[in-house]
């Protein structure tokens, strides 16, 4: 299986601030990563796919970069409804797999 | 508007059988262009990918599940199931069906059925 490395684990962070967090995978998946918010209680939602590609209705100031094994994802100016947990996923070979999550919180 | 819907009891007894079913509406679930995923959601394992069905009927599930896992679509319901056998409390979690785009990650999901496995 490929292994998932998020980093950090937590961010603490203001609003206006802008943050990344980084994914790393154990082998070369191409631009084959989403990335992913959640809410407590809620599921998962697709921000990114394609590693830089934003998915309809996701606020611009979200991006995402990489290819191979090295990926980011930057808000650029956080806002309130930003705080919540991002995970990444690679889509590359079966079984899929996700990154521990990145828990962005308000400092 | 795509939904997608997750039922099924909340409690499972050891060793028995975990059975989910997912209601899809919006969108055909004989749709080639969209498969259909089963996830779900630990404390202690993260997300995990369970399995995906194909429009056709084939199946493609990870290998640390495919002995007790089967997975079935029913067009006529615009449904598709989920049947884990033998389970104890590590599949305890937070099941989620989801929308599988090939190039593209998981777009829709369900809003997660919390299935504790308990006698």
């Known amino acids: 299986d490929i292994q998932m490395t998020q980093s950090p684990s937590t961010l603490s962070a203001s609003v206006g601030d802008r943050v990344t967090v980084t994914c790393r995978t154990s082998?070369?998946?191409?631009?084959?990563l989403a990335w992913y918010q959640q809410k407590p209680g809620s599921a998962p939602n697709l921000l990114i796919f394609q590693a830089s590609n934003l998915e309809t209705g996701v606020p611009s100031r979200f991006s995402g970069s990489g290819f191979g094994t090295e990926f980011t994802l930057t808000v650029s100016s956080l806002q309130a409804d930003d705080f919540a947990t991002y995970f990444c996923q690679q889509y590359n070979s079966e079984p899929y797999t996700f990154g521990q999550g990145t828990r962005l919180e308000i400092k | 508007q795509v939904q997608l819907q997750e039922s099924g009891p909340g409690v499972v007894r050891p060793s028995e059988t975990l059975s989910l079913s997912c209601t899809v509406s919006?969108?055909?679930?004989?749709?080639?262009?969209?498969?259909w995923s089963w996830l779900r959601q630990s404390a202690g394992k993260g997300l995990e990918w369970i399995g995906r069905?194909?429009?056709?009927?084939?199946?493609s599930y990870n290998p640390s599940l495919k002995s007790r896992l089967t997975l079935s679509i029913d067009r006529s319901k615009n449904q598709f199931s989920l049947s884990l056998t033998s389970v104890t409390a590590a599949d305890t979690a937070v099941y989620y069906c989801?929308?599988?785009?090939?190039?593209?990650?998981?777009?829709?999901w369900g809003q997660g059925s919390l299935v504790t496995v308990s006698s």
């Open positions: 082998e070369s998946i191409g631009r084959r």
């Open positions: 069905i194909y429009p056709s009927g084939s199946t």
């Open positions: 989801a929308r599988d785009v090939a190039v593209a990650g998981f777009d829709f």
């Open positions: 919006g969108v055909s679930i004989s749709d080639n262009a969209y498969y």
